[in-house]
């Protein structure tokens, strides 16, 4: 059972105005850029409102929400499956927006190794990352499990043709409290010259002490420092090829909402997305800058390797027929591999008529 999230007055102040709970992940997705300039506080003080940030408090409870959603006044904008699981399986929520702005993933071996496709790693080792943690969705396992099988598929294997070999993680959430998510993650940045010697990753480890023959890697900027360092190469990048349902995994990104806060609070939801948009379309203009906050917000190590990426992506939020239906191939995905329980028609969870108003506001 999940503990909801709701943050005593002695974790929180009182406020007069209404008090919205945000949480976003340390991805590629605008509210990051739209906090950061501000531009969320000032669209919130137009309607009377305010933000507040989940783990602006300390507790188990805290970091689980952002998880399990376990609030009935939380937005959350990030990876798509512990919304999903929190919409199968544990609370109502309304998804008001979704971002596309993810690498497919890639499969990398040893350099000295005779491994130059997919197809070779027939009947070898590959890593899977597994979580200690019992309180939230497994996202990282689910994503790792997604971009193999595909990998897999495209190369005329299956997944009893490889070996699987779990990658264990405490997954430990022992932050200080921060006022906003740049706080948090401060706390948790790997240095580069760890990734490029194999020390960042479990995985990267597992793979240069042979306890595996292979891993996957869906971050910005990892790979080519594992390159970098001469001890690892990649054999398959999923966004070089053109079925764009290959780059379905953690993404797209969902802006989603507790419902009853959505449907008693319309005027907060629209603001928040007002900020929101109007942060995409200056990340889009602007990729070089916008690196620079997101080296701030995100787990990823290289601003240049971040304003790269963002030159392929469009960070204006959407609900397009397109990312609709690459959120149903995830959903359905988690349901076919137990990673929730309950289905449900992701057409009808999402609700336009928020980014719409948004939208016309400009």
């Not at 689980?64 to 499956?81: F, I, K, P, V």
């Not at 043709?161 to 993650?185: K, L």
Request: proline share 4%; charged share 25%; glycine share 6%.
């Amino acid at each position: 059972m999940t503990t909801a999230f709701n943050p005593s007055p002695e974790d929180i102040a009182a406020s007069t105005t209404r008090e919205l709970l945000y949480t976003i992940c340390p991805v590629l997705v605008a509210s990051n850029v739209a906090l950061e300039l501000g531009w969320i506080d000032d669209e919130l003080a137009k309607v009377g409102a305010s933000a507040t940030y989940l783990r602006s408090v300390g507790g188990e409870a805290a970091w689980q929400a952002h998880y399990s959603h376990a609030s009935e006044r939380l937005l959350r904008d990030g990876g798509n499956s512990p919304a999903i699981w929190a919409q199968a399986d544990l609370r109502p929520t309304v998804l008001v927006g979704l971002t596309q702005a993810q690498p497919a993933g890639r499969i990398i071996v040893r350099a000295q190794d005779d491994i130059y496709r997919v197809g070779d790693l027939k009947s070898r080792r590959i890593a899977i990352y597994r979580s200690l943690q019992s309180g939230k969705i497994d996202f990282r396992r689910a994503t790792t499990e997604h971009g193999i099988l595909t990998a897999l598929a495209i190369h005329g294997l299956k997944r009893e043709d490889v070996e699987w070999v779990d990658i264990e993680d405490r997954d430990n959430h022992e932050e200080t409290p921060s006022r906003t998510p740049a706080g948090i993650w401060a706390q948790r940045h790997g240095d580069a010259e760890a990734i490029i010697a194999g020390a960042h990753s479990r995985e990267a480890r597992a793979l240069l002490e042979g306890r595996v023959d292979a891993i996957y890697d869906s971050s910005i900027g990892t790979a080519r420092l594992l390159e970098a360092s001469g001890l690892f190469k990649v054999i398959e990048d999923l966004d070089h090829h053109p079925d764009w349902t290959l780059r379905i995994a953690n993404a797209p990104r969902t802006i989603t909402v507790s419902r009853e806060f959505a449907e008693a609070n319309r005027d907060v939801v629209v603001a928040w997305l007002r900020a929101s948009i109007r942060a995409g379309h200056w990340i889009n203009a602007n990729p070089d800058a916008a690196s620079e906050i997101f080296l701030r917000t995100t787990i990823y190590p290289h601003a240049g390797d971040i304003a790269a990426a963002l030159r392929g992506y469009d960070l204006v939020p959407n609900l397009s027929a397109q990312n609709l239906s690459g959120l149903t191939i995830q959903k359905n995905f988690l349901l076919s591999q137990g990673y929730i329980r309950g289905d449900f028609d992701v057409s009808v969870w999402a609700d336009a008529s928020y980014l719409e108003e948004a939208l016309a506001s400009f």
